[in-house]
């Protein structure tokens, strides 16, 4: 049984229009439907790209979906001349619960460190939506053996000054880039090292019913076949899953890992 609940999160990436997304979380949604899915023991949120979250609102809200979903990014800040960039308060006007910030690719790709990933977190929170902060290390940190420091250090530096009050409905995903997409997977045991690390680090920083409180999750390459042995580690509440979640009936599966 786990203490906390359950969450399987699906991050699109830059994959499904919002034609696409349609077809995608009403086949989820069926498919979940059909397996007698209890959405109040294991939550599950979608994370399509910005285009498609007007259409994803319109479906859950017209077939009164469970299914929660998010915007893979938000802006530092909440409107201006910031050409390109998306404020929380339009995601929490569609709907969005919850929000990824400082997934690897942007890291990697935008270039984005802790001190604009520290600022997402903030306008988060101002619009009431849920950050899913994640963390985890290259494949140089890993083989220096330093990947539970980086982690952790990445941790700290997106969380400080924040309040366990204000940060009562963070999730962290700790997704060892060397795993993602590549078909790697860390194994359950790496899973469960980085999530009980980054528990008692949360407990010395707030307060252990803190640390008890937050969920964390693993990512990198998760599919029906591995979610099962990776959720056994009793620090490990859920999973952020990229390529998988594309495929409506491999999703659902990973949802039904029990
Ligand atoms: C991700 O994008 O967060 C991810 C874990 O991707 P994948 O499952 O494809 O490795």
Redesign the pocket.
């Known amino acids: 049984a786990f203490v906390r609940r359950p969450l399987i999160a699906g991050?699109w990436?830059m994959n499904m229009d919002h034609i696409q997304a349609i077809a995608l979380v009403q086949k989820l949604a069926w498919t979940l439907e059909d397996a007698g899915h209890d959405y109040d023991r294991v939550e599950v949120s979608v994370f399509p790209p910005f285009t498609d979250l007007r259409s994803v609102q319109t479906l859950v809200a017209g077939d009164k979906l469970s299914l929660a979903y998010g915007a893979q990014d938000i802006s530092p800040e909440d409107s201006g001349a910031y050409t390109g960039d998306v404020p929380g308060g339009f995601l929490a006007k569609l709907g969005c619960t919850q929000v990824l910030v400082g997934?690897?690719?942007r890291r990697e790709v935008h270039h984005e460190g802790d001190d604009v990933i520290h600022a997402k977190i903030a306008a988060a929170l101002r619009h009431g939506l849920a950050p899913l902060l994640?963390v985890g290390e290259g494949l140089e940190v890993r083989e220096a053996g330093e990947h539970v420091t980086h982690t952790l250090l990445q941790v700290e530096a997106a969380l400080k000054g924040f309040t366990s009050e204000q940060l009562s409905n963070l999730v962290i995903?700790y997704?060892p880039v060397w795993?993602?997409?590549?078909g790697k997977t860390a194994g359950p045991e790496d899973a469960q090292e980085l999530a009980q690390a980054i528990r008692s680090r949360l407990a010395d920083l707030y307060s252990p019913a803190f640390a008890d409180s937050v969920r964390l999750l693993y990512?990198?390459?998760?599919k029906s076949s591995n979610v099962a042995s990776i959720l056994d580690g009793s620090d490990v509440d859920g999973a952020?899953?990229?390529?998988?979640?594309l495929d409506a009936e491999e999703f659902a599966k990973i949802a039904q890992f029990e």
């Open positions: 991050n990436k997934h690897s690719e994640c995903a997704e795993a993602i997409g590549t990512g990198g390459s998760v952020l899953v990229g390529g998988a979640s």
